[in-house]
């Protein structure tokens, strides 16, 4: 009988620290915690988060992270900051408890959009948020289609940014032989649409907006050739839906076959699938970063794609110190 091959010294040091892994979440999106567990193969770790009568947020771990390598699973959305909260109590009782490791997995980073001090007396919220999640205690960041890249600065940790872009352009696939044209809704995000138009190969077109304010868009010209094309708008969210609305009216103005558009992030607040329903839009793809109201998942135009076989990868390859940049591919 042949002797068992020796195990290496790093394939037990890779073992043992597996045995050291767990993913927890809070309230946010625990349908997409345990998807991403799923992914993984292990069970989502216990935790109890509940609120007091007045409001107040109680958390405990229910189980011992003495020495492990724990991410917390939890987009900052809608409650934006009870969820928000929920993040920083949990982090806070991983670090306190002796975790090794600790890495805040945001599927959706709230307060994005307030990433500069655009007018006097304002905030950069964005870079505010980013230091209570430090101070809380992680150790490293994993986001998922930040608003602005540069978001990435504020944080002193590593952070690893994902995009959506691989996921959606799979569900796009059946248009890539048509004449098909990619639209940024404005130039902030004509990047993200140029480089989703390249997968694609496919042309840009770039929406000219104006925002006098919060909320409210104006369309003004539409740049690039869109007569007798099938467009696709890219975004990276959608709220109120007013710029998806006022965006494909002005491609359809200028001779656009069709309209579809995709986003990752589905905020859809206020009368954002009634506004859908009612639009020029034939079909709108977003993924599960953000748990779906029923009102938008009862919309037969608003179709969710999930994001936890991306994110369980990269979570994976940040665990097993793995490169994620092969997720970009």
């Known amino acids: 009988m042949a002797a068992p091959k020796p195990v290496s010294k790093e394939r037990i ?10 993913v927890f979440t809070g309230n946010a999106n625990p349908a997409l915690a345990a998807e991403i ?25 229910q189980e011992n992270v003495r020495g492990a390598d724990v991410f917390v699973v939890q987009p900052t959305c809608t ?15 991983l670090k306190r408890a002796s975790a090794e490791r600790i890495t805040a997995v945001l599927p959706y980073y709230g ?12 905030p950069i919220s964005a870079r505010l948020v980013a230091s209570l999640i430090e101070r809380a205690g992680a150790d490293r960041i994993l986001a998922l289609d930040l608003h602005a890249a540069q978001i990435q600065g504020f944080f002193d940790v590593p952070v690893d940014h994902l995009f959506a872009a691989p996921v959606m352009v799979d569900y796009f696939d059946d248009l890539k032989g048509e004449s098909l044209t990619v639209v940024s809704p404005d130039p902030g995000g004509v990047e993200r649409a140029r480089a989703f138009g390249k997968r694609m190969g496919s042309p840009l077109a770039i929406i000219d907006k104006r925002r006098p304010e919060a ?17 696709l708008i890219v975004d990276d969210m959608i709220d109120t839906a007013g710029t998806l609305v006022k965006v494909a009216e002005a491609l359809k103005e200028h001779g656009a076959k069709t309209v579809r558009a995709c986003a990752t992030h589905a905020v859809l607040s206020g009368p954002s699938v009634e506004r859908i329903q009612n639009s020029a839009v034939e079909e709108v793809i977003v993924t599960n970063s953000i748990p779906l109201r029923e009102e938008a998942d009862n919309c037969p135009r608003i179709k969710p794609l999930s994001v936890a076989p991306l994110l369980a990868k990269a979570i994976q390859s940040i665990h097993e110190d793995g490169s994620v940049s092969t997720l970009f591919v």
């Open 215 to 231: 909320n409210v868009a104006e369309v003004m010209h539409v740049i690039g050739d869109v007569e007798d094309q099938h467009c």
């Open 111 to 122: 307060y994005a959009r307030q990433d500069r001090k655009d007018r006097p007396r304002m």
């Open 79 to 93: 409650p934006v900051d009870r969820n928000l909260m929920e993040l920083l109590l949990m982090m806070d009782a």
């Open 37 to 61: 567990c799923y992914e993984l193969g292990c069970p989502l770790a216990a935790a109890t988060v509940k609120q007091f009568s007045d409001g107040e947020t109680h958390l405990q771990i």
């Open 13 to 22: 040091t890779k073992a043992m620290r597996f045995n050291h892994f767990k």
